[in-house]
């Protein structure tokens, strides 16, 4: 069964950094696009970050110029670039990659 395990989260003060990395168990994400997503407590989940196939990405307004999503295939994993980091980012962040979900990481952006 293919799983993707999302990793990288944790506690950093505003303005800082983390990169958080998706890693799948087969070639899952090299035949999918890959979405970084997030759910705050309270909120629903929003998709915060894209990367095709080819290397398009998109990204969610609020986070444009922060965050990169990048994936290298050949070794699974796709990353996902969080600077800047403000206390409204604060959010479990979950990879996906056609239907399959990972269980989230979580990121705390709080001084």
């Known amino acids: 069964q293919v799983q993707l395990v999302e990793s990288g989260g944790g506690l950093v003060q505003p303005g800082g950094s983390l990169r958080l990395s998706c890693a799948a168990s087969?070639?899952?994400?090299?035949?999918?696009?890959v979405g970084w997503y997030r759910q705050a407590p309270g909120k629903e989940r929003e998709v915060v970050a894209t990367?095709?196939?080819?290397?398009?990405?998109n990204y969610a307004n609020s986070v444009k110029g922060r965050f990169t999503i990048s994936r290298d295939n050949a070794k699974n994993t796709v990353y996902l670039q969080m600077n800047s980091l403000k206390p409204e980012d604060t959010a479990v962040y979950y990879c996906?990659?056609?239907?399959?979900w990972g269980r989230g990481t979580l990121v705390t952006v709080s001084s």
């Open positions: 990367i095709g196939i080819r290397g398009s990405t």
């Open positions: 087969g070639r899952l994400l090299s035949i999918n696009a």
């Open positions: 996906n990659a056609g239907v399959t």
